[in-house]
């Protein structure tokens, strides 16, 4: 597939729950070749993925609210206007810490996650069911810490 013009307006996309968060695809893999995909991410407070590395970079912009990172160990504080990238192999994980819910934009080079979100937005329906993620992870090259 060749790489194409993309122009999202606001409220398109697809949208999957994945963790607590609400995902929505703003440019998918198929549109750039594989080569990275952008999502919207609306993070309501402590929803978000437990630590993890895979073998691709993130990059995170937090448009509004506040989010706390894990990053190689260590926990720092991203708000509204700033900037986080983490390159591949890195163990990071993050979850709302607002009380209104964050909204973050996550670019991944080159893309991959998408597969993943999709398979725990049909799989895991609920807290109650968190414990298939790890497996699902497994399948699409995300590596769960163990707590």
Same mark, same amino acid.
């Given at each position: 597939?060749?790489?194409?013009?993309v122009m999202m307006?606001?409220?398109?996309? @697809?949208t999957l729950h +994945?963790?607590?968060? /609400? !995902?929505? *695809? %703003?440019?998918?893999?198929?549109?750039?070749?594989?080569?990275?995909?952008l999502m919207e991410?609306?993070?309501?407070?402590?929803?978000?993925?437990?630590?993890?590395?895979?073998?691709?970079? @993130?990059?995170?912009? +937090?448009?509004?609210? /506040? !989010?706390? *990172? %894990?990053?190689?160990?260590?926990?720092?504080?991203?708000?509204?206007?700033?900037?986080?990238?983490?390159?591949?192999?890195?163990?990071?994980?993050?979850?709302?810490?607002?009380?209104?819910?964050?909204?973050?934009?996550?670019?991944?080079?080159?893309?991959?996650?998408?597969?993943?979100?999709?398979?725990?937005?049909?799989?895991?329906?609920?807290?109650?069911?968190?414990?298939?993620?790890?497996?699902?992870?497994?399948?699409?090259?995300?590596?769960?810490?163990?707590?």
């Amino acid at each position: 597939m060749s790489k194409q013009v993309v122009m999202m307006k606001q409220g398109q996309g @697809e949208t999957l729950h +994945v963790l607590g968060a /609400q !995902v929505t *695809f %703003l440019c998918e893999a198929d549109k750039t070749d594989r080569a990275w995909s952008l999502m919207e991410v609306v993070l309501p407070k402590h929803a978000g993925p437990p630590p993890h590395d895979h073998p691709w970079d @993130e990059a995170y912009y +937090v448009v509004n609210g /506040q !989010v706390k *990172f %894990l990053v190689g160990g260590k926990e720092q504080m991203v708000g509204a206007g700033e900037f986080l990238y983490t390159p591949g192999g890195t163990l990071h994980g993050f979850q709302g810490a607002s009380d209104d819910p964050a909204r973050v934009l996550i670019f991944d080079a080159p893309a991959h996650a998408e597969s993943f979100f999709r398979e725990v937005d049909r799989e895991v329906k609920g807290p109650q069911e968190f414990a298939k993620v790890p497996a699902i992870g497994a399948k699409h090259q995300i590596n769960f810490m163990r707590p």
